[in-house]
């Protein structure tokens, strides 16, 4: 089978406050995250791309899992692979140790720079500025590593990146310590297979997800009681995504739980009217055990107009 043509940009990198491991990508190839990004939880990352080595993620890992150095399992898989030098390849491990290689048969513009727990890489850029700008912009970051990866992303663009366009992303964040399986300890794994700005969509997914990371602690600590962090969480899911459907109802959850019911009734309407299947959801959520079964939101599932499928 004709291996895949990924010219394209990335970064793996380890952050030193919380251990954990993230590799981020893009290119002008559809669902790049598919072949380019590989990660396990307490063992390592990696990215292969070029002429991309598919093979090279999961036997990475698998190498890295067991001990082995990146700079020895690079020159392991390099060392079988006789089309070497139209490779382009990065792996990070859990101590943050990085190796990289950029083959000889890369499409210009092409090169890597690697330093302590981090490198980038790039082929087919517009120029050989491109991935230095993306190395100053991760070590000048501020955020969690999800945050600074997708800067290091943003840093590329604004030099041009690909040389032929842009149409895909992907970013994967895991936990720094093992987990009990190889695919378990995931905590940020998103892709945009196919978007005019791939790189802004990653964003927009990004805050998406961490808002419904909120959502759900909202719903945890409010049905454990624990009020305090149940409104701090909700705060957070606002902010993120203020108006998407489950943050609003979560909004009207805590107006009730403060003693604000109209305000609540209002909130719930306006929802169940534009979107009736919300409130037949959030019945069956309640009936299943799963969100506390609040007075006033009961009280407006039932005054909702029936959810019909269409």
């Given amino acids: 089978m004709r291996e895949p043509l990924v010219a394209t940009y990335s970064i793996v990198a380890r952050d ?23 990660g396990e939880a307490g063992v390592g990352v990696v990215a292969t791309q070029s002429f991309a080595n598919i093979d090279f993620g999961p036997e990475g890992l698998a190498m890295m899992r067991d001990g082995v150095a990146p700079a020895d399992a690079l020159r392991r898989l ?16 859990a101590a943050g140790r990085a190796a990289a290689h950029t083959g000889s048969a890369c499409v210009a513009a092409a090169g890597h720079l690697t330093r302590d727990s981090v490198s980038v890489q790039a082929n087919m850029m517009t120029d050989d500025t491109v991935w230095p700008a993306m190395l100053a912009a991760y070590e000048g970051a501020t955020g969690d590593l999800a945050a600074r990866l997708i800067a290091t992303l943003a840093a590329a663009e604004t030099r041009g990146g690909d040389i032929r366009g842009r149409q895909s992303a992907a970013l994967l964040v895991v936990a720094g310590t093992r987990a009990e399986k190889p695919w378990q300890g995931r905590l940020i794994d998103l892709r945009v297979d196919d978007h005019p700005d791939p790189v802004e969509e990653l964003g927009r997914v990004l805050r998406v997800k961490r808002a419904h990371n909120a959502q759900s602690r909202f719903v945890g600590a409010a049905t454990a ?48 009217d534009a979107r009736p299947n919300l409130a037949e959801w959030m019945g069956r959520m309640i009936e299943a055990g799963y969100i506390p079964p609040d007075p006033i939101l009961l009280e407006m599932i039932g005054n909702a107009r029936p959810y019909r499928p269409e």
Avoid at 247 to 265: H, I, K, V, W, Y
């Fill in 78 to 93: 390099l060392g079988e692979d006789p089309r070497r030098e139209t490779r382009q390849v990065a792996l990070l491990d």
């Fill in 16 to 38: 030193a406050a919380t251990g954990q491991l993230g590799v981020a990508v893009q290119s002008c190839y559809v669902a790049v995250g598919a072949a380019v990004i590989w």
């Fill in 225 to 272: 009681g624990e009020m305090e962090e149940a409104i701090e969480a909700l705060r957070q899911a606002i902010e993120l995504a203020p108006q998407a459907g489950e943050t609003r109802l979560a909004a009207a959850m805590a107006c009730s739980f403060q003693g604000q019911p109209d305000e609540a009734r209002r909130i719930l309407r306006d929802l169940f």
